[in-house]
């Protein structure tokens, strides 16, 4: 099976991008516990300028049978958004939220169309349980 995991490329005002390129260690841990599969990794904070693009070029390539999307409250928007650009490529592609909004805020969204694009919720640590 072929996972594609991202992160969102929206980042705190206190960690600016241009100032400093921190790579999201969630999700490298959880490539790093995935056995089995062919994983792919995409730091969508390194292509801010041209997320939409970038995601069509990912999902060309790799062609992912699941995409793990990894969100805090304030990316959620913006995942939203690559899922349903995912979707509209492919909507037979399983796309998995993770991070703290789907850990926290999972039965608020759960019970609105802002679950729409969303396949599978991962709470907690994805680490443990995407594999």
Same mark, same amino acid.
């Given at each position: 099976? @072929?996972?594609?995991?991202?992160? &969102? ?6 960690? @600016?991008? =241009?100032?400093?390129?921190?790579? @999201?260690?969630?999700? /490298? /841990? ?9 994983? /792919? ?6 292509? =801010?300028?041209?997320?939409?693009? #970038?995601?069509? *070029? ?6 992912? +049978?699941?995409?793990?999307? #990894?969100? &805090?409250?304030?990316?959620?928007? #913006?995942? =939203? ?21 789907? #850990?926290?805020?999972? !039965? *608020?969204?759960?019970? /609105? !169309? *802002?679950?729409?694009?969303? +396949? ?10 995407? @594999?």
């Amino acid at each position: 099976m @072929n996972i594609l995991l991202m992160s &969102m490329p929206d980042c705190a005002p206190h960690f @600016n991008a =241009r100032r400093w390129k921190p790579p @999201n260690l969630a999700v /490298s /841990s959880i490539a790093g516990n995935i056995e089995g599969h062919n994983v /792919s990794i995409a730091d969508l904070i390194l292509r =801010r300028d041209r997320v939409a693009e #970038t995601v069509r *070029e990912l999902i060309a390539k790799y062609q992912p +049978d699941i995409v793990g999307l #990894t969100a &805090m409250s304030f990316q959620f928007a #913006t995942a =939203r958004r690559i899922a349903s650009i995912i979707k509209g490529l492919n909507k037979n592609i399983k796309i998995v939220l993770g991070g703290y909004h789907a #850990t926290v805020m999972y !039965d *608020e969204v759960c019970k /609105s !169309d *802002e679950a729409d694009p969303f +396949d599978f919720f991962a709470r907690g640590e994805g680490d443990l349980c995407f @594999n």
